[in-house]
């Protein structure tokens, strides 16, 4: 087995950004930004930030549930999802609500993170009882969970050996199912289509890492969906804010070089990667394309006073997509207002 570095103290502080992250979440769901009847598992308490903040949440959260559902519309219930550094994420429970099933769904993030939610989970009966089927058998061992459908491993993102390696365990790289699966391609299926998500995920990495974790996701799945959310934009005075913000609570972006760009650059490393069609666009242009009546609902919620405080977080963070194969032919990268006026919630 490959030797993973102890963790740092800067990993340390990134773990906590997912506590910070759940918490703001919850706060913006109490007060009516979207529905979310498992986000209060994950979170001790609602964080009641700004309104800017919670619109920001928003914004991210309907845009990349949108997309999930074009991925879903177009591939179907045979198809997985891999979310990449997902943290105290709810999205498989909330699909699992809705009327969209997915064949394989797999998180994963650093094993601290991994272990408490395990432990979350199987305390609350109306977590676990969506993972489980009649028949299903439940394996929690050394922070993975394993399940019917559902899978939550443990891993260093910046080792892509102990990636692959976690993933064909979670039977996600054509490997012959769960907790045990070979490597993939050893006479098995070939990978499920497959929607990866990364969100406030890759800024963490150094580029090398990053671009090799991207590059073998891309070359395992041949028919794929990416969807990056992180900062952007951060090489003006604002940006350097927001990273001194960072580092003052011990959190080195490591990938920050990467996010100094606008947009664009976002969509050149998943093209890089290997995904040949790719776009990105910053949350002014996101939350533009979002349905209008969604828009003002949300807008109704809370009283805005600092227009140009939510204008200023809008373009320091940017929506990436990409995707590959034929089922995936259709989704209309080239115009944001067409792929995110997608299906209801």
Known sequence: MENIRAW????????????DASECKRGAVEL?????????????????????????????????????????????????IISLGCGYDTLYWRL????RAVGNYVELDF?????KKCQIIKRNKALMEKITNEDGEVVIRSGDLHADNYHLVGCDLRCVAEV????????????AGAAGAGAAGEGCREALPTLVLAECVLVYLRPEPAAALLAA??????????????QCNLDDKFGEVMVRNLESRGCLLAGAAGARGGPGAAAARLRAAGWARAAA?????VWAALPAAERARADRLEPLDEHELLQQLHAHYALG????????ADLELDDPAALLSGPAS
């Open 217 to 230: 996701l891309c070359a395992a799945l041949p028919t794929s969906m990416v969807i990056v959310y992180e």
């Open 32 to 80: 009516g930004y979207w529905r979310d009847d498992y986000v209060q598992y994950f979170s001790r308490r609602a964080d009641r930030r700004a309104p800017e903040i919670n619109r920001g949440y928003f914004a991210r959260v309907r845009a990349i549930e949108i997309l999930v559902h074009q991925f879903l519309e177009r591939c179907g219930s045979k198809c997985q």
């Open 111 to 115: 094993p601290t993170v991994t272990a």
């Open 281 to 285: 666009w910053d949350m002014r242009a």
């Open 164 to 175: 692959r390696r976690k993933l064909s365990s979670a039977g996600a790289l054509g490997g």
């Open 96 to 99: 699992r609500d809705s009327t």
């Open 8 to 19: 740092t103290e800067e990993d340390e502080a990134i773990i906590a950004t997912n506590t």
């Open 321 to 328: 997509v990409a995707a590959r194969g034929a089922l995936l």
